[in-house]
């Protein structure tokens, strides 16, 4: 599992560039080859020149392992992890914080980082679906077709478990507001911004809103 994780950084490498993905490729290809002092030496060049890669500090672990020193690589991975948070948009490589907790629940062999690791994937996982969701949601917005958009605005906010930025919760209003679905509009229009109201409102001129157990009422006639 692991040698098909480093492969796959290997060939995600770009093969246009000229320094940091050629230095990631050539450590990570003599690292496969048990070249481990020429993989040192570049490991020295990315320290240098990129000491916050993602890409080099796993290499680092993985020489370490390599060498037996698994003592230091038990370190460098609990430095790797408090370095930098997964979830933050600072962060250039979620998948890399992934192998990093595969690697160390081999190292260390613990339930717990094992459930770490499943919810760390699985974490990814929602991720990428909610961006092919919002995908699908402003294509069929793009199309006028309200309908299939609801379907994906559903599927979005089941994995986000009702948690919405201000942006897709504005696009998921206006899809369900077009379906007349009154209930679901109500639940999105209370995690709306007051700008965000006042934006609707002005857009919509005939749509009037009310608060209490029904939640969003919609003063307009079906055509």
Known sequence: MITILILLIILNSSADAETFDDLVRSGYTAYSVDQIEEAREILEALEMEYPDSHSGKLLQILVEIKEGNNTKAERLLIEFSNSCN?????????????????????????????????????????????DCYESQIDIYIN????????????????????????????KCFVVYHACFRNEDAGRIWRQLSFDNKVLLKEKYDGVETEYGQGGYVCSRQED
């Open 86 to 130: 997964i979830n933050s948009s600072s962060c250039d490589s979620p998948s890399v914080h992934i192998i990093a907790q595969l690697i160390k629940c081999r190292l260390l062999n613990f339930e717990s980082d094992f459930r770490f690791a499943d919810k760390m994937i699985k974490e990814q996982f929602n991720n990428l679906y909610r």
């Open 143 to 170: 199309n006028n077709d309200p309908e299939r958009a609801s379907r994906a605005c559903d599927a979005y906010i089941s994995l986000s478990k009702g948690n919405l930025g201000q942006g897709i919760a504005m």
